[in-house]
């Protein structure tokens, strides 16, 4: 199947916000947080009046950061807009006062159904800022050295801002972290957001500045914000689609292959634990539904995002990061996540739940040591056998 997407407008309003959310619930691979919680503050958003937000390519002279929110999606439950507007301005606030003045761009740091929306809902708190179209991954992932951004060399992480949710004065919080290299913020990041911020914060990270001429250039993967716009938009204004169907639009919309792998498998069990910022688990999918014989099994293993598929009935997995494992259900024609809230409607019922793979963005496998930065995260699930090449 073919597809003529629509264009992404050029400032975006609240249906479009609808769309990102839906489109990058699917291409999230599993993870960059939870969309029920994305659809209950969208819900809050919609009941607020806010100028469209304009969206565009980075024009490589403009002062900005990566954006987004960072922790366990299963800490994010029962997340309000309040929560997500007090991370967002905390930790902007504390980045605009490190590199001493303001600035008028952010960017996403992955794709995914909150954390594509995060520099989106701050542009409708400060309409002096635009939204970068573009993201560290083309995917979710767990760590921040799994970006492009950690792989550029003139793009330093510092300062490295935590904000916390809170929106009394006398209660917000921030950290700034001052560190040589993205591992050492991210070692200090899950620190801080575990012990400190209740496991979810807000993160204000690598400035683009006059100082560094603007390192944000060529440094992230451009128009994935839009390219979840096109998905959502196709998902949610044409009524449920089949996974084949769905695996078409992702490959016409994002120019990379997809595959579909599962169709109309069930969740049959979930086993997963929440600790250092990470929920960890692996879900079973069976070609029946709980209680009914299955003759074929898979099992996905996640840290917050999906990283490893394996086949019952094969010893070597089936898909590896960093190629997303998007989920995708014919019953709700719509994408979800690992989080715990987005598994539930899911797990032990008969609705349906599909897997596509689709393939890595160019840019994040060209990026300099972004390969060993998944490799490190397979064998922390204890896998340590060869990378898929390129």
């Given at each position: 199947?073919?597809?003529?997407?629509?264009?992404?407008?050029a400032?975006f309003?609240?249906?479009?916000?609808?769309?990102?959310?839906?489109?990058?619930?699917?291409?999230?691979?599993?993870?960059?947080?939870?969309?029920?919680?994305?659809?209950?503050?969208?819900?809050?958003?919609?009941?607020?009046?806010?100028?469209?937000?304009?969206?565009?390519?980075?024009?490589?002279?403009?002062?900005?950061?990566v954006l987004?929110l960072?922790?366990?999606?299963?800490k994010g439950?029962?997340?309000?807009?309040?929560?997500?507007?007090?991370?967002i301005?905390?930790?902007?606030?504390?980045?605009?006062?490190?590199?001493?003045?303001?600035?008028?761009?952010?960017?996403?740091?992955e794709?995914?159904?909150?954390?594509?929306?995060?520099?989106?809902?701050?542009g409708?708190?400060?309409?002096?800022?635009?939204?970068?179209?573009?993201?560290?991954?083309?995917?979710?992932?767990?760590e921040l050295?799994n970006?492009?951004?950690?792989?550029?060399a003139t793009l330093?992480?510092s300062?490295?801002?935590l904000g916390?949710q809170?929106?009394?004065?006398?209660?917000?919080?921030s950290?700034?972290?001052?560190?040589?290299t993205?591992?050492?913020?991210?070692?200090l990041?899950r620190?801080?957001?575990s012990?400190?911020?209740?496991?979810?914060?807000?993160?204000?990270?690598?400035p683009t500045l006059?100082?560094?001429?603007?390192?944000?250039?060529?440094?992230?993967i451009?128009g994935t914000?839009?390219?979840?716009?096109?998905?959502?938009?196709?998902?949610?204004d044409?009524?449920?689609?089949?996974?084949?169907?769905?695996?078409?639009?992702?490959?016409?919309?994002?120019?990379?292959?997809?595959?579909?792998?599962?169709?109309?498998?069930?969740?049959?069990?979930?086993?997963?634990?929440?600790?250092?910022?990470?929920?960890?688990g692996?879900?079973r999918?069976?070609?029946?539904?709980?209680?009914?014989?299955?003759?074929?099994?898979y099992?996905l293993?996640?840290?917050?995002e999906?990283?490893?598929l394996?086949?019952?009935?094969?010893?070597?997995?089936?898909?590896?990061?960093p190629?997303?494992?998007?989920?995708?259900?014919e019953?709700?024609?719509?994408g979800?996540?690992?989080?715990?809230?987005?598994l539930?409607?899911?797990?032990?019922?008969?609705?349906?739940?599909?897997?596509?793979?689709?393939?890595?963005?160019?840019?994040?496998?060209?990026?300099?040591?972004?390969?060993?930065?998944?490799?490190a995260?397979?064998?922390?699930?204890?896998?340590?056998?060869?990378?898929?090449?390129?």
């Open positions: 199947m073919s597809m003529q997407a629509q264009d992404a407008p400032a309003g609240i249906s479009d916000f609808i769309y990102v959310a839906a489109g990058a619930a699917v291409l999230g691979s599993g993870g960059g947080g939870s969309y029920a919680d994305a659809q209950a503050v969208l819900a809050q958003l919609a009941q607020t009046q806010f100028a469209p937000v304009p969206v565009k390519a980075y024009d490589g002279a403009t002062r900005g950061c987004a960072m922790g366990s999606p299963d439950q029962s997340l309000t807009l309040q929560d997500v507007q007090g991370a301005y905390n930790s902007m606030l504390a980045m605009q006062n490190a590199i001493g003045g303001p600035f008028t761009c952010v960017i996403p740091v794709v995914g159904a909150l954390n594509s929306l995060i520099p989106l809902i701050a409708t708190m400060d309409q002096l800022l635009y939204v970068v179209d573009g993201d560290g991954c083309g995917r979710a992932v767990p050295v970006t492009t951004y950690s792989a550029a330093g992480v300062p490295c801002i916390n809170q929106t009394d004065p006398s209660q917000a919080q950290a700034v972290l001052n560190v040589a993205t591992a050492q913020a991210e070692a990041a620190g801080v957001v012990a400190d911020f209740g496991s979810l914060a807000g993160l204000a990270a690598w006059d100082s560094n001429q603007y390192a944000l250039t060529g440094n992230y451009p914000l839009s390219q979840a716009w096109q998905l959502g938009q196709y998902l949610v044409g009524g449920p689609r089949s996974t084949a169907q769905v695996s078409a639009a992702i490959q016409g919309i994002t120019g990379r292959g997809a595959t579909t792998i599962a169709t109309n498998f069930y969740i049959t069990n979930v086993s997963q634990t929440t600790g250092g910022g990470f929920d960890t692996i879900v999918l069976d070609n029946a539904p709980a209680g009914m014989p299955s003759s074929a099994t099992y293993y996640n840290l917050n999906s990283l490893i394996y086949s019952a009935s094969q010893a070597a997995p089936v898909v590896l990061a190629d997303s494992i998007c989920y995708y259900s019953g709700s024609g719509r979800f996540s690992n989080a715990t809230d987005d539930a409607p899911y797990l032990g019922t008969k609705t349906p739940v599909s897997l596509i793979q689709v393939a890595t963005a160019p840019q994040l496998y060209q990026a300099p040591g972004i390969l060993a930065t998944f490799a995260l397979l064998q922390q699930l204890g896998y340590a056998g060869p990378m898929p090449s390129n």
